[in-house]
């Protein structure tokens, strides 16, 4: 083990993956640099420039161009910038992407990672947004949030082997959080959440960097005599419904956790999933923290709008009962 960068763990995910299969491509926009993150710094200088592929300013080309590289038999990873631009290119995953392998009768795939930065940025309401929830109606799409650089690794290694679409989303403010990560080779498959925080009073489901927020706040909460057990979901699609089920069986109490607006998230379908089939189990409503219905504001504004740990454990002593 060593510790490294959610950056760095990233840009060693797409090394060994273009490393180990010719066919893997990245393409997006100021990529050659090193991104405006520097997550695809020194990669130019090792494959050039037929396989890492500057942009025009134009994410209905760069999805196009990954939709086409893939049904060329490349292994695409297309990098939005900013999750906000991804709604120009909303046609080519919707409606061609995601639809491939329904259309072809399980012929063809479309095997592309679209890579974007989702979050606070502090850059307000253009360039700030998490859009997991706009997908999680798409069929045929896989969705993944890291929260952790050993994750963030695996996770992306083997999003870019799967033979179906994935939108793989970086939450802004993990980049420079460092974690441990193996030296030899590992993936983890998709579609399985992580129990990062064992616990037996509340279950606190999260995601992205919320995740950190939920452990640190489940830490202040123990001092009170509550033991929360924290449970990061990492894949919104596919969703890993026995760890979830589990838990709440066990604890009887949740809270849900994301970044984006509560209206519309994706804590209200896993709260429909417990509520469908857990419901006898729950001893308390399950309470989501979400930030507002509303757009995403600049600084100062913008840590009033983030769910904090405040929030969280507040909502936590609710569903307790204090």
Do not use: W
């Not at 974007?116 to 929830?133: C, K, P, W």
């Not at 996770?155 to 870019?160: D, G, N, R, Y």
């Not at 509340?202 to 033991?227: E, F, P, Q």
């Amino acid at each position: 083990m060593r510790r490294i960068t959610f950056r760095e763990a990233i840009r060693e995910a797409i090394l060994e993956e273009m490393y180990r299969d010719p066919n893997v491509i990245i393409l997006g926009e100021d990529i050659s640099p090193g991104g405006l993150f520097g997550v695809t710094e020194g990669l130019a200088h090792r494959f050039g420039e037929e396989r890492v592929i500057d942009t025009p300013i134009a994410e209905t080309l760069i999805i196009g161009g990954a939709v086409g590289a893939a049904l060329n038999g490349l292994r695409p990873i297309a990098e939005i910038m900013f999750s906000d631009f991804i709604f120009v290119g909303m046609d080519g995953i919707c409606n061609v992407a995601a639809k491939m392998r329904f259309a072809s009768g399980g012929k063809v795939g479309a095997p592309i990672t679209i890579r974007t930065a989702s979050g606070r940025s502090g850059a307000g309401l253009h360039h700030s947004q998490n859009l997991e929830g706009c997908f999680q109606n798409v069929p045929g799409l896989k969705l993944v949030m890291p929260s952790t650089p050993r994750d963030a690794k695996g996770l992306l290694k083997s999003s870019i082997r799967d033979d179906d679409p994935v939108i793989f989303f970086e939450d802004k403010s993990s980049y420079p959080i460092e974690g441990e990560v193996p030296e030899e080779e590992y993936t983890i498959p998709l579609g399985k959440a992580d129990i990062k925080r064992s616990g037996k009073d509340v279950t606190l489901i999260a995601l992205g960097g919320m995740v950190r927020r939920a452990i640190a706040a489940a830490d202040s909460l123990l001092k009170d005599g509550i033991d929360c057990e924290v449970i990061d979901l990492r894949t919104i699609l596919p969703l890993d419904q026995t760890t979830i089920l589990d838990s709440v069986r066990k604890t009887n109490r949740v809270v849900i956790v994301h970044e984006a607006p509560k209206t519309g998230g994706v804590g209200g379908e896993i709260a429909a999933l417990i509520a469908e089939q857990a419901f006898s189990e729950l001893r308390a409503p399950i309470i989501r923290v979400g930030a507002p219905f509303m757009p995403v504001p600049r600084p100062p504004y913008e840590q009033m709008y983030v769910p904090d740990e405040a929030k969280i454990i507040s909502a936590v002593k609710k569903v307790i009962g204090r």
